[in-house]
């Protein structure tokens, strides 16, 4: 069992930044690829980042490339999403997700790959 917990979300104006945070708790978090999703209202939860156990590989969606960064300090068993150049349509509640499995590629989108689920932090961009 993985218990995770996001944080740092928040009202930005467009063009500002965030970090989120994603607290881990339970089994070894260490072993883990990570994965960023975000669901805005009415749409489906997609896929925006992951990172795999080592902070080796990474994994994107286009729509984030050169504005998103995702890290991890294991010592800390903490995710973090760095967003800068928030634009409107990065707008959604964003959770982090951890699969069951242990030493999995960061290259899994699909949200059925992933098993453990935060409660979601709201960011909110204003034009």
């Known amino acids: 069992q993985v218990l995770l917990v996001e944080s740092g979300g928040g009202l930005v104006q467009v063009g500002g930044s965030l970090t989120l945070s994603c607290a881990a708790s339970?089994?070894?978090?260490?072993?883990?690829?990570v994965g960023w999703f975000r669901q805005a209202p009415g749409k489906e939860r997609k896929f925006v980042a992951a990172?795999?156990?080592?902070?080796?590989?990474?994994h994107y969606v286009d729509s984030v490339k050169g504005r998103f960064t995702i890290s991890r300090d294991n010592a800390k068993n903490t995710v973090y999403l760095q967003m800068n150049s928030l634009k409107p349509e990065d707008t959604a509640v964003y959770y982090c997700?951890?699969?069951?499995?242990?030493?999995?590629?960061?290259?899994?989108?699909?949200?059925?790959?992933?098993?453990?689920w935060g409660q979601g932090t709201q960011v909110t961009v204003s034009s």
């Open positions: 997700a951890v699969p069951r499995r242990p030493y999995t590629d960061p290259g899994m989108t699909d949200s059925g790959d992933y098993d453990y």
């Open positions: 339970g089994r070894t978090f260490s072993s883990s690829t």
């Open positions: 990172m795999d156990w080592s902070s080796t590989l990474t």
